[in-house]
């Protein structure tokens, strides 16, 4: 039976991923809530707004909202869709019903107008809701996906950030495309041929780089702080696929100013051999040799 617990507070909680999309911004959310709470008399105690995927119950805003519900501090909550609880159906009917309704909290969904209950007819409401979404989240996603790949075709870039030795960027926002910056490729071919071939170790190409004055990566790039090379940038360099024409994009997204990882079945993986500075032999052969030739440092990450 459902006991509605009254005395506590009434949260409203917008989520957005990182896809920008109007539709969905936490400012339309807000919009969305309030005008709702106007409507039915009801005060808004508090604002929980996060930006982040909802395949995941792994969330900042959903487990601040999670630690009051356990707290007994919450008495409704208004959200804009259901899909703001999660992209699954699975998800979301586990909030609905462990979270939210076994509390005694209402909630109140806006855009349906709808006040999900304990009672079996709400219930189902709720389900096809979640469904429903998630389905739309599916095409979404696939038209999505259509879209990058047709972009990738054209030879259109979609990623973000500085490029790696031996690459360049060329054109602006939506016009940019990758090319082969020929000399940095030639370091790049040579630290694989010293690997690959001559089974040179890492640390006699580190000294001969810098006793020769060739600029790092980074101090190509010219970032703050910058030194010569070390073992590290050589083993980038041999692990990166792209050097062999296999690259991807998206693997990452910006909230906030920080990158954190997509999650994989966004990523867009595509060959280009137009864009390979060795071929996949060699590079091959320079990664059976890493593990002898390049120091077992940590911290390391693909980009």
């Given amino acids: 039976m459902f006991n509605h617990n009254s005395d506590g507070l009434t949260i409203a909680y917008l989520r957005t991923s990182h896809e920008k999309d109007d539709n969905f911004s936490l400012k339309s959310q807000e919009k969305e809530v309030k005008d709702y709470a106007q409507r039915n008399g009801i005060t808004i105690d508090r604002v929980i707004t996060e930006t982040f995927t909802g395949t995941t119950l792994e969330r900042p805003g959903l487990e601040k909202l999670v630690k009051l519900i356990h707290a007994g501090k919450v008495a409704q909550i208004i959200i804009w869709r259901v899909d703001r609880l999660s992209r699954t159906a699975h998800h979301t009917m586990w909030v609905v019903g462990e979270y939210i ?96 071939n001559d089974q040179t170790p890492i640390a006699d190409i580190v000294r001969l780089f810098n006793a020769k004055g060739i600029q790092s990566p980074a101090q190509m790039r010219g970032r703050r702080g910058a030194t010569g090379w070390d073992a590290n940038n050589i083993r980038k360099i041999i692990k990166d696929p792209r050097y062999k024409g296999e690259w991807y994009q998206l693997r990452y997204m910006q909230v906030n100013r920080e990158f954190s990882n997509r999650d994989e079945s966004e990523w867009v993986r595509y060959n280009n051999p137009n864009l390979a500075i060795v071929d996949a032999d060699l590079w091959a052969r320079a990664n059976a040799q890493k593990l002898s030739n390049i120091p077992n440092e940590g911290g390391w990450r693909s980009s």
Avoid: P, W
């Fill in 101 to 196: 309704l076994k509390n005694g909290i209402l909630l109140h969904l806006t855009d349906n107008n709808h006040i999900v209950s304990d009672e079996f007819s709400s219930r189902v409401l709720i389900s096809l809701y979640a469904n429903a979404s998630q389905e739309e989240h599916a095409a979404i996603k696939k038209r999505t996906q259509n879209g990058r790949m047709a972009k990738l075709a054209s030879g259109a870039y979609l990623g973000q950030g500085t490029m790696i030795l031996g690459y360049k960027k060329i054109g602006k926002k939506h016009d940019t495309v990758v090319a082969v910056d020929e000399d940095e490729a030639k370091i790049a071919a040579l630290i694989f041929d010293l690997v690959g």
